[in-house]
Structures are given as structure tokens and as C-alpha cells.
């Protein structure tokens, strides 16, 4: 980690605001927590959705020469001999003779404990992957691992997908999934844990094609973080020295984030070459050769290898999206998340808990929610629940008042600008769908009135593409 610069949010801030309102808990909490394992409360749930979502969209949905894959987390213990993990996914380890802290040897610095200053050990490797047993009784039962990358899963279906999809090269498989790494060291929150969400994608090429696919791939996945409200000046491209380069990459570029501790790694982008499918097809006796019509040629296709973490970019989006900014005279923490990965979309509050205000709010929650995630929320000043939205992210409240019930019109207001504008309630969920599209945005016209904080104001909606 290098070239750190003062920032905004530290990961305090950050920590606090996910176990205040229920993004993220330490797992196990009332047995005093399980070290670097956490649960997704509920708006930390949805929010996780979205990332997948919004990545699943982009790399499988909206592409054709891509498909999906959910393969199984236990998989052959012969997978792992050839995939080269039982002999080379470790890191080397030291321990401090003093306080008995273990430490990864790129953490240390001078030769001595980073904790106390204490005497090392000699470093001795440490295999990173968790075992466990198969069958009921554990003497006799087969070791099996926890994956500890989801592309395996991929590798051992490349045939499977060719032969079922009929999919030309080039063409990618992708895949969202669990996995699990003993780390010898954890922390920064979600950073690094040892249970933990990948998002990968295994791109089939031609050899000799590898090179522009994998410059294409490193621009598609900078640009998907950007496209969803990454600062360009927090994201950087570092490319691994010969001496760092995983065992089975050609060339590897890390896609770095400038976390509150520094820039480190959010996504890898890696060209495997044929190492897998070679190392696969060797220990299996399976041919998994591509036959190109075109050519009549057979040969094994590399592979270029996006491969992201779900949740260091949950990490990254929340780091990013986090502001506090002085209003009225009170600190506003506003989380702001773009459209898609807000938790929730809409807010919908009555002014009062009187009735025939309140059939009114409820019957435009329930309308809202068959197309989003509406919360629905009564309780304190409006401003308070105003607040209280801005803090989780929520692009726009809708409020429900007395001059409703005659005109029937309610209010928008939107997060970022507190701008707000009135609009027949017939016309709400389309107003909402284009706001949250991205395709319309506040227009406010010279002279119009317009809502803003506790100001009171009135402005029709205009449309602009
Ligand atoms: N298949 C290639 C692979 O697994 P990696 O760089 O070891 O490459 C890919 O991992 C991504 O997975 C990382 O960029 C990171 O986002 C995420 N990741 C890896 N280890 C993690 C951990 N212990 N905790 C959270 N995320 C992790």
C-alpha cells in the first residue's frame, strides 16, 4: 500500500454507520463474535444484492458472448492437486516469539513483531485453504476443501458449457459465489476476511488474442465501478511484479481502491494462459481442447480472468458514497450510493399518523413496493426521517400531507440535491421509475419554486433525456 493521502472517511466512520443501521453485524455476535466473519444485516442484504446485480447485468444479461454458472462450493480433492493449490496457495508465516502474533512476511518491516517489536520465528509456509471431511465417520471419511476461488468451478465445466451452449470462442463464463481462505492475517472490516463473496469471470480465447482481451477486460471492469459512482481519482491500475505473479499468471493487474487504510487490491485481472485447462485436462484424462470450425484447428484456449470481490466493492462503494455535510445548523450524513445499489429506493412518509392520511401513504407503499424496496416510515419529525434516510442512502422520500388528500399530489424529495418537487400521484411511479433509470433528472425552471429543507414550495416535474 503506498501514495496514501488524507481522506474524508475513516473506516471507523464507516464500521459504526454499518452496525448502527443494520448494513453490517460481527457474526456471531452474542458469543463475542467469530474473528474476520460477518453477517449482512437487512439493508446490508439488499445492498449486496445489488452489487451482484448490477455485475450480473453487465457481464452476463446485457452480453452474448457470456453465461452464467453456480457450481458447487465442495468440489473433487483432485481439483486441488491440479489446479496447483494443495502444493502453492500458501503464504509464508512467522510468529512472534513474545506475543505469539502471526504475521504474513510482506507485513514486516524491520524483521521484527509489527505488535511488541518482538523476535521472529523462521517463516514456514501455511496452506490457506480450510479442509473438512466427507462422509459421516472422519477417520475413514474423504478430505475435501472450501474452495478457495470459485473459477475452478468454472474450469472443470468448460466442456459441459461448450457442449450444451454451443458458445464460440471468444466467449466467458460467469459466476457469483462463497469462498474461503485461512488467513493468516484479517481486518479492515469486510476488507479481508475468511469467508467471502467472489464475482469471476473466465474468458475463453484464442491464443494470440490474449493480449487485446485482456487490455478490453481491464478498461469493461475500471469503467463498471466508475458507471456506478467510483471516483475516478480513487481507483488506479497496479500491474504485479514477476516476483508476485500467482502461479498460474502470465501477466496480473490489480484494480486498486484508495481505502480509508490505503490503495489496495479490489479486483485482479489475471491471463492464465492454458495453465488450468492443461493442468485439468492432464489429471482428469479429459480432452479439453476447443475445436474452431472455421480453422478445423484444435487447441486449448487461454484465459483472461477478471476476478472481484463482492464484498471489498461493497466496501468500496460505501467508502465512496459516505459525506457529511452541515445542514440547518445539524451534521447530514448522506450515503451517496447510485440509483441501482441504493438498499432502499423509496421512502414513504405521512406527515401524520391521522387517518385519512395514513389510507394514503399505505395504499402508495403498497403500490410502490410491487416495483421497489419502499420503506415505510411514520415515526419523529419529518426532518429526522428525512435524515435517517440520507444516512442509508435512500434516493428519494416521498411525503404524503394534508394538501394530498385534496389535490391529490404528494412530494419528491431527492437525497443528494434536498430538492423537491410536487406530482400527481397518478403520475408517481412512472416520475419514480424514470428518476431512478437515470433518465430524468430535477430540472428546476427559472423562477420555479422549489421545496428545499424545510422550505415550502411548489414545482412541476420536467422531463429531460
Ligand atoms: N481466481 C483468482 C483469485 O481468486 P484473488 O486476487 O486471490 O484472485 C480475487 O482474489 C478477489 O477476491 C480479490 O481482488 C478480492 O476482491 C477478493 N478477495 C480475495 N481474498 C479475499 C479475502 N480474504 N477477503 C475478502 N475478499 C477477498
Not at 211 to 216: I, L, P, S, T, V
Not at 314 to 326: K, P, R, S, V
Request: net charge negative; glycine share 6%; aromatic share 10%.
Amino acid at each position: 500500500m503506498t501514495e496514501e493521502t488524507p481522506r474524508k472517511v475513516d473506516m471507523e466512520k464507516i464500521v459504526s454507520l454499518c452496525r448502527r443501521r443494520g448494513f453490517i453485524f460481527p457474526s456471531s455476535e452474542i458469543y463475542g463474535g467469530l474473528s474476520s466473519c460477518w453477517d449482512y444485516g437487512p439493508l446490508g442484504v439488499e445492498l449486496k444484492r445489488n452489487v451482484k446485480e448490477a455485475w450480473w447485468r453487465v457481464v452476463v444479461q446485457e452480453r452474448d458472448d457470456m453465461v452464467g454458472l453456480d457450481a458447487s462450493i465442495l468440489m473433487h480433492p483432485q481439483t486441488w492437486e491440479a489446479s496447483g493449490h494443495i502444493e502453492g496457495f500458501a503464504d509464508p508465516l512467522v510468529e512472534c516469539k513474545s506475543c505469539h502474533l502471526r504475521w504474513r512476511t510482506d507485513e514486516i518491516k524491520d524483521n521484527n513483531c509489527p505488535s511488541c517489536g518482538g523476535e521472529l520465528t523462521e517463516p514456514r509456509m501455511f496452506n490457506l485453504m480450510f479442509k473438512t471431511f466427507m462422509g459421516p465417520i472422519e477417520e475413514e471419511a474423504d478430505v475435501v476443501y472450501l474452495r478457495p476461488e470459485t473459477a475452478q468451478g468454472i474450469f472443470v465445466n468448460f466442456q459441459n458449457v461448450v457442449n450444451t451452449t454451443r458458445k464460440k470462442l471468444p466467449f466467458g463464463i460467469a459466476q457469483i459465489g462463497k469462498a474461503f481462505r485461512n488467513e493468516i492475517t484479517t481486518g479492515n472490516f469486510i476488507f479481508r476476511s475468511r469467508e467471502f463473496e467472489q464475482m469471476e469471470i473466465e474468458f475463453f480465447v484464442k491464443p494470440g488474442t490474449d493480449k487485446e482481451w485482456f487490455d478490453y477486460w481491464l478498461e469493461e471492469r475500471l469503467n463498471w465501478y466508475v458507471k456506478l459512482g467510483i471516483r475516478k481519482e480513487n481507483l488506479r491500475l497496479r500491474q504485479h511484479g514477476k516476483d508476485e505473479l500467482a502461479h498460474y499468471a502470465k501477466e496480473c493487474h490489480d484494480i486498486d481502491y484508495l481505502f480509508p487504510m490505503g490503495w489496495s487490491e479490489l479486483e485482479g485481472i489475471a491471463n492464465r494462459g492454458d495453465f488450468d485447462l492443461v493442468q485439468h485436462a492432464n489429471s482428469s484424462g479429459k480432452s479439453l481442447e476447443y475445436f474452431d470450425e472455421k480453422t478445423k484447428e484444435h487447441f486449448v484456449p487461454y484465459i483472461i480472468e477478471p476476478s472481484a470481490g463482492v464484498d471489498r466493492s461493497i466496501l468500496a462503494f460505501l467508502c465512496d458514497a459516505y459525506d457529511e455535510e452541515l445542514a440547518e445548523g445539524e451534521t447530514r450524513v448522506i450515503l451517496h450510493l447510485h440509483h441501482s445499489l441504493a438498499p432502499i429506493k423509496v421512502a414513504v412518509l405521512p406527515l401524520s399518523r391521522r387517518d385519512p392520511l395514513v389510507a394514503l401513504a399505505k395504499q402508495i407503499h403498497a403500490d410502490l413496493r410491487q416495483c421497489w424496496m419502499v420503506q415505510y416510515d411514520d415515526a419523529q419529525s419529518i426532518g429526522r426521517r428525512y435524515r435517517r434516510q440520507d444516512e442509508i442512502g435512500t434516493p428519494f422520500c416521498i411525503t404524503v400531507d394534508f394538501q394530498s388528500l385534496e389535490d391529490n399530489q404528494v412530494t419528491i424529495r431527492e437525497r443528494d440535491s434536498m430538492n423537491q418537487i410536487r406530482v400527481p400521484v397518478s403520475e408517481l411511479k412512472d416520475t419514480l421509475a424514470a428518476k431512478l433509470s437515470g433518465e430524468e433528472l430535477f430540472v428546476l425552471p427559472p423562477g420555479g419554486k422549489i421545496w428545499k429543507g424545510g422550505e415550502q414550495g411548489m414545482i412541476s416535474p420536467q422531463r429531460e433525456k
